[in-house]
């Protein structure tokens, strides 16, 4: 396993974490499993909370990590809102480590954050102040956040000094943190890259994002992986993994993985950089074109087409296009005209449309 640095905390932390929040909640000796193994191949990053798998998260975790609180980075995560105080905060990061089964995280991260919450949570009795006393007990080790504010708002969020990672979406089909994330590169704090094959998206088959790995991917989550890794200012890609297959699966790209490597990252970015341009001439996704009258989705049609033409992933565009409810379908069009006008890049929607029902249809 590699370790890269997490920011500037001076923790190693490995290439690929564990995201807790997939397991199967009817099979607690399958998720000490996945726990365990990840542990003895070197895995040493664990982001949990305790609402997620309807509030077992931390409970399927726990057996596995069997009360390791040191040389583990374990996070745990809680949201705030206007109401927030220190002391409930503080409620619930006893809560958490009592469930984990642990007396210290290394990391405790602020769920589901924003710009706009920076007041929640800097207002003097406010969870911040909780953050800090837990810090200076030595209960929890550094602060971070989560969320999906737009990426200056967490380029904001970042230049306050306040955390020492934070954790966002990020993958070769999403790179909208990109300058944030180089931000945080610049400043010394942490990624943690969720996502990284973008929800199991990126496990279908595509010659195109395989191929352009250096050397060649054996499967496109091997590519996915391997992409994220190799930008020089992610610390860890965690990946919500379920099933000891799927772990097995990632260890071996971490494992054979040569390093972050600039040169190589802006190569490849460049490449999706291409890719998404050419996507972007069948549809940018603004939603203009909204609301069809016969209720087809336009936008979703069209990012499925481009994510079978531009980016090879027919089988998986194939299958999303049949799930896709009837009559929001490509196919449910009946060609009355009124969208094109709404479309700021004048595409010939109909025409376009028609060319889906052909190709997913
Ligand atoms: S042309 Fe088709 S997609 Fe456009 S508004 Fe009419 S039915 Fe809907
Ligand atoms: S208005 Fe045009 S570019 Fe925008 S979502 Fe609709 S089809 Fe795509």
Redo the contacts with the bound molecule.
């Keep these: 396993m590699q370790y890269r640095n997490l920011g500037k905390t001076g923790l190693k932390v490995s290439a690929l974490a564990l995201g807790c929040m997939r397991f199967d909640p009817n099979n607690p000796e399958l998720a000490e499993q996945i726990v365990d193994t990840a542990i003895a191949a070197g895995v040493n990053y664990f982001e949990t909370t305790r609402g997620y798998i309807a509030g077992k998260c931390q409970h399927l975790t726990a057996p596995g990590l069997k009360g390791r609180s040191r040389g583990l980075i374990v996070s745990g995560k809680t949201g705030i809102n206007a109401e927030t105080t220190a002391d409930s905060y503080r409620a619930e990061i006893d809560l958490q480590m009592q469930i984990l089964g642990v007396d210290y995280l290394e990391f405790y991260q602020v769920g589901w954050f924003s710009l706009a919450m920076m007041e929640f949570l800097t207002k003097k009795g406010g969870a911040l102040e909780a953050l800090d006393k837990a810090r200076s007990e030595g209960l929890i080790g550094h602060i971070g956040f989560t969320g999906h504010d737009l990426p200056e708002n967490f380029t904001k969020c970042i230049e306050t000094g306040i955390f020492d990672s934070f954790t966002v979406p990020y993958n070769m089909l999403n790179r909208a943190y990109a300058p944030t994330i180089k931000r945080a590169g610049a400043l010394g704090v942490g990624v943690i890259a969720m996502c990284p094959v973008a929800g199991g998206m990126l496990a279908s088959p595509s010659p195109q994002l395989q191929q352009f790995i250096s050397g060649g991917a054996k499967t496109t989550a091997d590519a996915a992986l391997r992409f994220v890794l190799t930008n020089p200012d992610i610390s860890t890609a965690c990946s919500g993994m379920n099933t000891l297959e799927m772990l097995r699966e990632n260890l071996e790209t971490a494992n054979n993985f040569h390093g972050a490597n600039a040169e190589d990252f802006r190569r490849m970015d460049a490449i999706l950089d291409e890719l998404h341009s050419l996507g972007e001439r069948f549809?940018?996704?603004?939603?203009?074109?909204?609301e069809c009258p016969q209720g087809v989705d336009?936008?979703g049609n069209?990012h499925l087409y481009n994510l079978g033409k531009v980016y090879g992933m027919t089988d998986w565009a194939r299958a999303q296009y049949a799930a896709k409810e009837a009559g929001k379908r490509a196919d449910a069009c009946i060609q009355c005209g009124k969208?094109e006008p709404?479309?700021?890049?004048n595409?010939p929607?109909m025409k376009?449309l028609a060319k889906v029902t052909k190709t997913l249809g």
């Design positions: 549809c940018t996704m603004c939603g203009y074109c909204k336009i936008p069209f969208c709404k479309c700021p890049n595409l929607i376009q």
